[in-house]
């Protein structure tokens, strides 16, 4: 199993950036996938979460309440990637960002307990 961030970088506040997740060693239709971030010296948060879709064919997100309407998440199980498009950012978005896997998504944008992690890809908000 590995998820692989990618898609970081240095932008000013009101900018986009979109991050990738790309997953390889097991079926992504299978499994809802979560995105976290983590700023220095705060706790790690669920920012948000997209369900898996072999059950119906379609998936459900979710999102914390400090990116809602400004991120959204979104899936290809072709391509075996999940994606974070992070538009209006804002300078309190500046954190390392982690794809996770293996667990269930909570209505509040997070998992509940996930068992895979990527190794994370650094967004900073600035200008």
């Known amino acids: 199993v590995q998820l692989m961030e990618s898609g970081g970088g240095l932008v000013q506040p009101g900018g986009s950036l979109r991050l990738s997740c790309a997953v390889s060693?097991?079926?992504?239709?299978?499994?809802?996938i979560g995105w976290f971030r983590q700023a220095p010296g705060k706790e790690r948060e669920g920012v948000t979460c997209?369900?898996?879709?072999?059950?119906?064919?379609?998936?459900?997100?979710y999102y914390v309440d400090s990116v809602k309407g400004r991120f959204t998440i979104s899936r290809d199980n072709r391509k075996k990637t999940v994606y974070l498009q992070m538009n209006s950012l804002k300078p309190e978005d500046t954190a390392v960002y982690y794809c996770?896997?293996?667990?269930?998504?909570?209505?509040?944008?997070?998992?509940?307990?996930?068992?895979?992690w990527g190794q994370g890809t650094q967004v900073t908000v600035s200008s």
């Open positions: 060693g097991f079926a992504l239709d299978y499994y809802a």
């Open positions: 997209v369900t898996g879709t072999v059950t119906t064919g379609t998936y459900t997100t």
């Open positions: 996770a896997t293996y667990s269930s998504c909570t209505e509040t944008g997070g998992m509940t307990q996930p068992a895979a």
